[in-house]
């Protein structure tokens, strides 16, 4: 690097280069805040859910295959009305149940998100492979990710809260790139 200095002389304005983007996270900020001005960050709400005895609240997104884009979970959070567990997993199958819309993070965007979505009450089949487990108390939890589990096309993420009789909430976010 013979020729440049690395050091601005103090009479001139400091240069900088923007390196933080969603496509190519930096350091400063998240990734996740450009994502959100480029319409590019989505939210998925179970909203509050009556769990039976017994049952988990499940809430899937799968990245379809040949989508073309990579999706970056960004956070988790909700509630429960009483202890609980919360599990992330790769994979999974879940019967029946609907099929909630994701919103954009933008407001007023017509950007629409490519993942499929699913939402049921039971217990999660299938062969999930378990990533995070985190035991809650009642009441709010949060869990942050920024980008740290990736779904890239053809897999899915699942998260499940329970095991027993509570109501409680999954809030799940994510980018697209």
Partial sequence: MV?????????????????????SPGIGSLPSSSAASAGASFTLTSGSVTVPISQNLLLQISNPAGS?????????????????????YSGGTITGGTTPTPQNNLFG???TSIVTTHQNNGTLGG???????????????????????????GQTLTITLGTGALTGSINLSWWEA
């Fill in 3 to 23: 020729n440049f200095k690395i050091f601005n002389k103090s009479s001139l304005p400091l240069y900088t280069q923007n390196v933080n983007t969603y496509t």
């Fill in 68 to 88: 073309g884009k990579t999706v970056y979970a960004s956070s988790i959070s909700g509630g429960s009305t009483a202890a609980a567990t919360v599990n992330v």
């Fill in 109 to 111: 965007s017509t950007i």
């Fill in 127 to 153: 062969s999930p492979v378990l990533y995070i487990n985190v035991p809650v108390t009642a009441g709010l939890y949060s869990i942050s990710l920024n980008g740290s589990l990736v779904v890239p096309p």
